[in-house]
């Protein structure tokens, strides 16, 4: 449970049905990570992202340090020039369109999933009660809920567009720690 002693919560916003309708959680509390078992975390999330997430299709696998980020969480559905954060391994921000246009110049492997919500008038986004950006599914995490060998306390979040897929690999996840 946590240190409250109440639920943490994620307020799904009604504009994600457009885009990828769906999202479950899950926090893993009091974690142990030595390298080994963060870089099998990490596989074990790569390989699920390629199969039974259909190449992020189905399913997009989301995980943050929580004590990094401040409850409750929003899940939304925001034009991409409204989405500003700095996403994994940068250390500078952007907004989801020109985000789109380095990984595509950058020749990055994110561009082979950037097809799965380009287009759309809206993309989805996971936020924290600060308006931190910590997910813009299916594509990339913030940097500022990075989690590493050193994080204790971890929010799994998997947005999806299939609920059962959703389950299965949240479920997976916990059932691997």
């Keep these: 449970p946590p240190p409250s002693g109440k639920p943490l919560t994620m307020t799904v916003e009604p504009e994600t049905g457009s885009i990828r309708p769906y999202i479950v959680c899950a926090v893993l509390r009091n974690c142990t990570f030595d390298d080994r078992a963060y870089n099998s975390f990490l596989d074990l999330q790569d390989k699920m992202h ?3 997430c259909r190449r992020r299709t189905l399913v997009a696998i989301g995980t943050h340090d929580l004590d990094a980020i401040t409850p409750p969480f ?5 034009p991409p020039k409204d989405i500003n954060f700095v996403p994994l391994a940068q250390d500078k921000s952007y907004d ?3 985000l789109f246009e380095y990984y595509k110049t950058a020749n990055s492997p994110l561009k082979h999933f950037l097809h799965i919500i380009e287009g759309s008038p809206v993309y989805p986004v996971v936020m924290d009660a ?6 813009l599914p299916p594509i990339i995490n913030g940097e500022h809920s990075r989690i590493s060998a050193q994080t204790k306390n971890v929010l799994i979040e998997c947005t999806c567009t ?3 897929k959703g389950k ?10």
């Design 96 to 98: 989801a369109e020109g």
């Design 50 to 52: 390629h199969n039974v």
């Design 130 to 135: 600060k308006d931190r950006v910590l997910s």
């Design 74 to 78: 929003r899940y939304r559905a925001m």
């Design 162 to 164: 299939d609920i059962t």
């Design 168 to 177: 299965i690999v949240l479920n997976t996840i916990i059932a691997m720690f």
